[in-house]
């Protein structure tokens, strides 16, 4: 399995509350995505990066922004959370046209 | 219309039944994946394709880039093969290395 892990792996939090959800890689891929998984919807890419401080939106960016400081870290913030980003978020690393490989997801509960 | 259908949306089998679920894309690709998603979460890579056919133990993947139509077949299916699938493809569009994704088939294998 490609090393990529999330954190946290479940979290409940309010309205309104920020809230950061981790990736981190230890495979050295260039590309990393977040997604997010809904009934009826299938994935939608939220944000990717396509190096070090190189990111830009995906279909559904509004409400979140990313940082990657380092190779090894994608952050998804939500700076206001709110009850429609209830969601499963998943995380995915390549290296250009490569499959991509995915975290184990991050189950993020709004209140 | 999504950029990418697949059929059906729900599939129930019984155990040694062949089985297979189809992907429709209205886009360019310069590649094809077909992911697995067992219940508990985890994404999994099954195949990358560009062309023709590709074969792992009971699972075949096949490609026609003139209809714009994929399908992947399970021989001899098992409870195990119980998992959402999913077809996602590789939508240079932009140049950058993306994925979009259908809404997954939910197959049911009954002993």
């Known amino acids: 399995d490609a090393g990529i892990t999330q954190s946290p792996r479940h979290k409940v939090t309010e309205t309104g509350t920020p809230v950061t959800l981790r990736c981190h890689q230890t495979?050295?891929?260039?590309?990393m995505y977040w997604y997010r998984q809904d009934p009826g919807h299938g994935l939608r890419l939220i944000h990717y990066?396509?190096?070090?401080?190189?990111?830009d939106k995906g279909e559904v960016s509004d409400g979140y922004s990313v940082s990657r400081s380092k190779t090894e870290d994608f952050l998804l913030t939500l700076e206001s959370a709110t009850s429609s980003q209830t969601s499963v978020y998943f995380c995915?690393?390549?290296?250009?046209?490569?499959?991509?490989?995915f975290g184990p997801g991050t189950r993020l509960t709004v209140l | 219309k999504n950029e990418v259908e697949q059929s059906p949306q729900n599939l129930t089998a019984q155990e040694g039944e062949f089985i297979t679920i189809n992907c429709s894309y209205s886009?360019?690709?310069?590649?094809l994946h077909w992911l697995q998603q067992h219940p508990g979460g985890g994404i999994v890579s099954l195949f990358m394709?560009?062309?023709g056919k590709k074969k792992h133990g009971r699972l075949i993947a096949t490609i026609n880039i003139q209809e714009k139509h994929s399908s992947l077949h399970i021989t001899a299916s098992h409870p195990r093969d119980s998992a959402v699938y999913i077809c996602a493809v590789d939508g240079r569009t932009s140049g950058t290395y993306k994925y979009i994704f259908g809404t997954g088939t939910r197959l049911k294998v009954l002993a």
């Open positions: 995915a690393i390549s290296e250009r046209s490569d499959t991509q490989y």
């Open positions: 886009v360019g690709i310069s590649a």
């Open positions: 495979e050295n891929h260039r590309y």
């Open positions: 990066s396509y190096g070090v401080k190189d990111t």
């Open positions: 394709l560009s062309s």
